[in-house]
């Protein structure tokens, strides 16, 4: 583990723990405020993200975007990072391998940033950072306590497109995290 950012971002410059390194355009490390107090994780860069080298810039970010500015979050407040850093081939879920190649990379995003809440956006992000046991379905809006940091489990944006549904729930969930916030 890295005790400042310039070492961390270092390690993973030419990283080549998985094969998601044979078909990224750029490494999608993270961005945002270094000691924030909230942290979004997602599962992985899409085909925008690649292209760009920054998290949640495609249509989910955009949505994502969306509910920040309607609840007054600004995206330069916050920490976004995903579980792995280099896009899945056809948007498909990283594979195990890939996830374990990329967690401690994310271990350590977390360490730096010492977050007081980390909002789990999707399965991939719940399962790898609270454990396989959680279902985002069940788990969903329900804050769960770790070592000193709130978790909130949450859906990805990605879900929003596919569901309009579904908006309302993520939209309270942020109410919830900028609630437990002010604490």
């Not at 950012?5 to 945002?32: D, M």
């Not at 407040?77 to 896009?87: D, F």
């Amino acid at each position: 583990m890295f005790d400042n950012w310039e070492e961390l971002e270092k390690s993973i410059e030419n990283c080549q723990k998985c094969k998601l390194c044979q078909t990224r355009n750029n490494i999608v490390f993270g961005v945002g405020k270094k000691d924030a107090d909230i942290m979004f994780i997602g599962e992985g860069p899409g085909a925008d993200e690649d292209a760009k080298g920054e998290p949640f810039v495609g249509k989910a970010g955009k949505l994502m975007d969306m509910a920040f500015t309607l609840l007054g979050i600004k995206r330069e407040e916050v920490y976004i990072a995903n579980v792995v850093k280099c896009r899945p081939p056809f948007n498909r879920n990283p594979e195990q391998d890939e996830e374990q190649a990329c967690l401690d990379y994310l271990r350590n995003q977390v360490l730096l940033v010492k977050p007081k809440i980390v909002v789990l956006l999707g399965s991939v992000a719940l399962k790898n950072i609270l454990g396989s046991e959680y279902g985002i379905t069940s788990a969903r809006g329900k804050w769960v306590e770790k070592k000193g940091i709130y978790y909130m489990p949450t859906w990805h944006p990605a879900a929003l497109l596919r569901d309009e549904n579904k908006k309302i729930d993520f939209i309270k969930d942020l109410e919830m995290v900028l609630e437990k916030a002010k604490i």
